[in-house]
């Protein structure tokens, strides 16, 4: 934080969520930097999920706080919808709009929410949707696309909101094996723009590659923090070490 | 009468051509009644409806809680009143109960007022049901991207949810053409009424009925054809085109 390049943009304190008696997120505090590719690792049911959802607010912590850009997030739906709007989120289900077309769906948000006129809105649409190869489509409806064109279309979607930070949900969880490889290209590609990437996923290689950093996450807690390089060679936890080892054994036995 | 007619068939052909103006004016008040009790209808069932699916949360301020949730019960008490009555048992009270409060309802306003609210209180299930249909992500989508909660229900699940609507739309439609017969017990001169009264001077109401039920048919014939293409209409197309003007060479 002293250092001027690693500007913090979001923090997170004491961020709990209860789901009736289950409680999925016990006190978690991390920061974001601006830049920073986090990737959260973790089996199923670690509260990944509900994490990144908690920082989008889809899900209201039961305790705890959540700062963006130094200042304490607001509570009127106002407020809230000025923050997703600088925060986006990519989904395992895409959750393109049914109803539109693929240009309509990267043109909603930019008329909608930041105002912008036609021709910049569609401007926008158009570069997006060409950085992730898909400006062709810009008549299709997402029932017409496959799993991975989609989640490219969803990317750049969020992408024309010009967000400061991009979450993603498991966005390749829900792909055929053969899709999953262009939308982690787009997603490499994309890190490499310096935008600030929160990936909950399952794609170790990708984590490694990609991530300026890396979280472990067990029953709610965040168990591992460390850059790639440690985390996959050297990891001090001892439940990471085990996801790990088992991880290793896995892609030894399809190899 | 010089050549009175014989047997069912010409007895219906006469009765149809001598009070041709009785079921011209029957049909035409037939047709309103449940055009306008339909259209209403569904725009009351929307709001009772939207009113019944929207949910409350810890944050919202106190007078919106006290507010939304005197709407809710409201609409509660009004769906099960609605549909667990008769309509012609609500016909006969709210005609009846107006005019006693001093209020000298015309009967086809009165019957209008009963087939809105019948309408709106069967429709309200329909788009509850049909918001409910459309899977959450959608919704999720648009809020996330800092769309407010009511600009995504009006531009991304409601449209949506309307297509899934229309075919009971449509149904409730039909069903509102034939419920209005019932609006004769209030003095509606709707196509029943009209029966009633010209089959009653030469005492032929098996032929007068008959006439009756062939322009029921008629209608609902003509318009179930009409539905069923815009139903068509709006499933849209199937393919799509290319923007080849953005495509790359190298793809």
């Known amino acids: 934080m002293s250092d001027n390049n690693k500007k913090e943009i979001i923090r997170v304190e004491e961020l709990s969520k209860n789901f009736g008696e289950h409680q999925v997120l016990r006190k978690i505090d991390f920061s974001v930097n601006k830049g920073d590719v986090i990737c959260i690792l973790g089996s199923s049911g670690s509260g990944k999920s509900t994490l990144l959802r908690c920082i989008n607010q889809l899900e209201k912590q039961t305790y705890g706080k959540i700062y963006f850009d130094g200042k304490e997030l607001g509570r009127t739906q106002h407020e809230i919808n000025i923050y997703r709007s600088k925060v986006g989120m990519v989904f395992q289900s895409f959750n393109l709009f049914n109803n539109m077309t693929v240009l309509k769906n990267c043109m909603t948000g930019t008329r909608k929410v930041l105002h912008l006129s036609k021709e910049e809105a569609h401007e926008r649409a158009i570069n997006h949707l060409r950085s992730v190869g898909m400006a062709p489509f810009i008549n299709a409806y997402p029932a017409q696309l496959s799993g991975g064109q989609k989640q490219r279309v969803a990317i750049a979607r969020g992408l024309c909101m010009d967000p400061d930070v991009l979450l993603f949900d498991e966005p390749t969880s829900a792909l055929d094996p053969e899709m999953v490889g262009e939308v982690l290209n787009v997603m490499k590609s994309l890190a490499k723009t310096g935008l600030t990437m929160l990936i909950v996923t399952h794609e170790m290689g990708f984590a490694r590659d990609v991530s300026t950093r890396v979280l472990f996450m067990d029953k709610g807690y965040i168990v591992e923090d460390a850059p790639p390089e440690k985390f996959f060679t050297s990891p001090e936890n001892a439940r990471t070490k085990e996801f790990l080892s088992r991880y290793i054994s896995d892609g030894e036995r399809r190899s | ?251």
């Open chain 2, 1 to 251: 009468m010089t050549n009175t007619p014989n047997g069912v068939f010409e007895w219906i052909w006469f009765i149809a051509s001598e009070y041709a103006q009785l079921f011209v004016e029957g049909t035409l008040i037939t047709l309103a009644v449940s055009v306008a009790g339909t259209i209403l209808g569904f725009i009351l069932g929307f709001i009772v409806g939207i009113a019944e699916d929207s949910k409350l949360s810890r944050n919202d301020p106190v007078p919106k809680k006290i507010f939304l949730g005197i709407i809710k019960g409201i609409s509660k008490v009004y769906i099960e009143l609605f549909r667990g009555t008769p309509m012609i048992v609500q016909a006969m009270i709210i005609y009846y109960g107006l005019r006693q409060g001093g209020f000298e309802i015309d009967p086809i306003m009165a019957g209008i007022l009963v087939t809105v609210l019948n309408t709106g209180a069967y429709m309200a299930e329909t788009v509850r049901a049909g918001i409910k249909s459309i899977d959450i992500g959608q919704r999720e989508g648009a809020l996330a991207m800092g769309m407010s909660p009511i600009s995504a229900m009006m531009n991304i699940v409601l449209p949506q949810a309307f297509k899934n609507i229309v075919p009971e739309m449509a149904n409730m439609f039909l069903t509102n053409l034939k419920m209005t017969s019932v609006l004769n017990v209030i003095g509606v001169k709707e196509l029943f009424l009209q029966a009633k009264t010209a089959g009653g001077t030469y005492y032929k109401y098996l032929e007068s009925y008959l006439v009756i039920a062939i322009i029921y048919f008629v209608l609902c014939f003509l318009f179930n054809r009409i539905f069923l293409f815009i139903e068509k209409k709006m499933a849209g197309k199937k393919d799509y085109a290319l923007a080849v003007e953005y495509m790359d060479n190298n793809e």
